[in-house]
C-alpha cells in the first residue's frame, strides 16, 4: 500500500515537472512569432515582459485544470481555440474554455449562485448582471481582489483606465466587480450606396421635402422607411426596414438592450438614466428599486414605453419583409446582408464580420462595404442627456464560491485575454472592442474603411450614450424572462402595447416584492413605493428636476431631421 502510494505521489510530480518544464518563455516567444507579431499596443520588448509577469505568477498553480465559460460568439471562440491553449502553454496552467448558448451560462451562473457548488472557476456573462453581482454579493469585488486576496496575481500591466467599459461593470459602491471581455453595440445601419444615388434623393427630397440622410429621429427613419418599402432597386423591389417578432426568448434582449431607451423611456443619465432606467425602474436615493410601473414612479408601462412597442409593431407591419414577423434574432440578423433592406434602426456590431464577406450583395468588389453604422435616431420622448442605444459588455466574474487557488488560476487567464499583448490582434479577429489603446492602434486606422463606420464610432464622442442595462435591475436573470413573453404577447396581437406593458411591469413588481418580502439583498434591495397617479408622480418627478415618468406627447411625431453621414464623421474627427 505505502509503495503504491510512493509510486503514485512521484509520478504526480513527474507529471507536474513535466507540465512546467514546457511552460515558459520559449513558449511565449513562439506565441508572439506566430499569432501576435506586431499586432499588439506594446512593442516585442513588452510583450515578452508582461508573458515573462504571466510566467512567474502562474508557478504556484502550474498542473491545475481551470474550467471557464462563456457564450458562442466569435471572440470567445478565438479565446477558447488558439489564446486558452496558448496560455496552458506558457503557464502549465490547463485552461478548459467552455463555450455554451447566453441562456446557459446565466442558468450555470445561477446555479451556482444558489447551490455554492462550484460549476466554473470563471465566468463572461454580461454586465447587465451588475446590478445582481451587487446586491446578492456573491460575486468577488474585484477592486478588493485586487487590492487584497488577488494581489499577487493581478497583472501590474493590466491597465484599467484603458479599458473603455468599466464605468458599466462598477456598481453605486464605487467597486469593480466585473473585467470587459467583449463589447460591441447596437448601432443604425443604412445602405451608404442607396442614399447618396441621385434619384433617389432627388425623389425623396420631392416628396418629403428634406434630404435624404441618416435619421436623427424616429420621424425620419418612418419617412425614409415609407419611401425605400416597394422602391425597385437594382430590378428588385427593396424593404425600409427589418426586424423580427417571434414570441422566443430573442424577443427579450430585442427589448431590454435599450430599445425604451431610443424612444424616450426613463431619465437623463449616463450610463443609463436615474432615479429611472430605461427598463422603466425607478430606484430611491439609496439605490433601493422602488418600482416599475407608473403608479410606483416607474415608467415600464408610462406613454414612451408604450409608444416604443407600437412603433415597433408598426413599422415591422408597414415596412418590413412579411416573414420577418416570424423570425426569431438569429434568423433575422443575415437578411440585411442579402441586399433588399434599406435601413435597420437596430443592427448588433458583433455582426460586423459576417456583414463585410468578399461575395456579398452589399460589399464592393474592393471589399469596402455598401453600408455604414451610424447613430441610432430617437424618439419623439427623448431628451439629451439620455442614453440611445445598448451596449453588450461580456465581463469576467469571480464568483466567492470558486476556492482561492482556483479564482486565481482563473484571474490569471482572464487578464491573458485581455491583455495588451493580444487584445489587438484578439479584436480584428471578433471586432468586439474594450481598449482605448487598441481603438486607437494604428492597424485598426488601416482597416477602418473596410467595417462601415465602426471604428469612427468607437473613435467618436457619440460612444458614450450607449451603455448596456444599469445597477437598478437588481435581478437580471428572473426580470429579463418576463420581458419576451410580454412583447410576444404584443406581437402576436393577444395584447396591445398598454396592456403587454401594464402586465410586464406588474410581473416586474411581483419578483421586486417577493425580494423585499425574502430581504435577500438587505439594505439595497427593493422598498416598494406607495400607489400614486401618473400626473402625481410626473409632477413630482418634474419638481426634482427629472423626467420619468412623462405624460402623453400628442401627437407622437415630431418634425423629421435627418444629417449627412460623411459630414457627421467628420464633426466626429474635428
Not at 361 to 369: A, F, I, S
Amino acid at each position: 500500500m505505502r509503495r503504491q502510494f510512493l509510486t503514485s505521489t512521484t509520478a504526480l510530480v513527474l507529471l507536474l515537472g513535466a507540465g512546467q518544464a514546457y511552460a515558459g518563455m520559449d513558449e511565449a516567444k513562439a506565441f508572439l512569432d506566430a499569432e501576435i507579431k506586431d499586432m499588439s499596443t506594446l512593442d516585442r520588448a513588452a510583450q515578452e515582459a508582461e508573458m515573462q509577469w504571466f510566467i512567474d505568477a502562474a508557478k504556484p498553480f502550474a498542473g491545475m485544470d481551470i474550467k471557464v465559460v462563456s457564450e458562442t460568439i466569435t471572440t470567445h471562440e478565438y479565446e477558447s481555440k488558439t489564446l486558452a491553449k496558448a496560455f496552458t502553454d506558457i503557464t502549465g496552467i490547463k485552461i478548459t474554455h467552455d463555450l455554451i448558448g447566453e441562456g446557459d451560462v446565466v442558468e450555470k451562473l445561477q446555479t451556482q449562485m444558489q447551490s455554492g457548488e462550484n460549476i466554473y472557476d470563471a465566468y463572461i456573462n454580461d454586465s447587465d448582471l451588475i446590478g445582481t453581482h451587487w446586491r446578492y454579493q456573491q460575486a468577488r469585488s474585484l477592486t478588493d481582489w485586487m487590492a487584497n486576496d488577488g494581489k499577487d496575481v493581478t497583472n501590474p500591466n493590466l491597465d484599467l483606465a484603458d479599458f473603455i467599459g468599466t464605468k458599466f461593470t462598477t456598481a453605486p459602491d464605487g467597486d469593480l466587480y466585473q473585467l470587459p471581455d467583449q463589447q460591441f453595440a447596437n448601432l443604425y445601419w443604412f445602405r451608404y450606396d442607396w442614399f447618396n444615388d441621385e434619384k433617389n434623393k432627388a425623389d425623396f427630397k420631392a416628396k418629403y421635402g428634406y434630404d435624404l440622410g441618416v435619421p436623427v429621429n424616429w420621424s425620419a427613419y418612418e419617412d425614409i422607411a415609407e419611401f425605400f418599402t416597394g422602391r425597385e432597386i437594382d430590378g428588385k423591389k427593396v424593404y425600409g426596414h427589418m426586424d423580427y417578432g417571434k414570441k422566443d426568448p430573442s424577443l427579450g434582449w430585442r427589448f431590454t438592450d435599450a430599445w425604451l431607451s431610443m424612444a424616450g423611456n426613463g431619465d437623463k443619465g449616463l450610463p443609463n438614466g436615474l432615479p429611472v432606467d430605461e427598463w422603466g425602474i425607478k430606484v430611491d436615493e439609496k439605490s433601493r428599486p422602488v418600482g416599475s410601473c407608473v403608479a410606483r414612479g416607474g415608467d415600464t408601462n408610462g406613454p414612451a414605453s408604450v409608444y416604443a412597442i407600437q412603433k415597433y409593431l408598426d413599422w415591422m407591419k408597414a415596412y418590413a419583409p412579411a416573414a420577418a414577423q416570424g423570425m426569431t434574432f438569429s434568423e433575422s440578423g443575415p437578411v440585411p446582408a442579402q441586399g433588399e433592406i434599406a435601413q435597420q434602426m437596430f443592427m448588433y456590431t458583433a455582426f460586423t464580420a459576417d456583414m463585410v464577406k468578399d461575395g456579398l450583395p452589399v460589399v464592393n468588389e474592393d471589399g469596402t462595404p455598401k453600408w455604414r453604422f451610424a447613430p441610432s435616431p430617437h424618439g419623439v420622448y427623448w431628451k439629451d442627456g439620455m442614453k440611445l442605444g445598448y451596449q453588450d459588455v461580456g465581463s469576467w466574474t469571480l464568483l466567492k464560491s470558486t476556492p482561492d487557488d482556483r479564482a486565481k488560476a482563473a484571474w490569471l487567464y482572464a487578464q491573458f485575454v485581455t491583455s495588451k499583448t493580444v487584445d489587438v490582434k484578439k479584436s480584428h479577429v471578433g471586432l468586439t472592442l474594450i481598449r482605448e489603446s487598441t481603438i486607437q492602434h494604428k492597424s485598426f486606422t488601416d482597416r477602418a474603411p473596410k467595417l462601415g463606420g465602426l471604428i469612427e464610432f468607437y473613435r467618436s464622442p457619440a460612444r458614450v450614450q450607449w451603455s448596456p442595462t444599469g445597477t437598478n435591475v437588481p435581478d437580471y436573470p428572473k426580470l429579463a424572462q418576463l420581458w419576451w413573453q410580454a412583447i410576444g404577447d404584443a406581437s402576436s396581437g393577444a395584447k396591445t402595447p398598454q396592456e403587454a406593458m401594464d402586465s410586464l411591469c406588474a410581473e416586474q413588481e411581483e419578483v421586486l416584492e417577493r425580494l423585499e418580502r425574502a430581504g435577500v439583498q438587505g439594505d439595497i434591495g427593493p422598498k416598494l413605493a406607495e400607489e400614486k397617479t401618473l400626473e402625481e408622480w410626473n409632477a413630482d418627478a418634474v419638481a426634482k428636476g427629472n423626467l420619468a415618468p412623462q405624460l402623453k406627447i400628442e401627437p407622437e411625431k415630431d418634425k423629421p431631421q435627418t444629417i449627412n453621414y460623411d459630414e457627421l464623421v467628420k464633426s466626429w474627427s474635428n
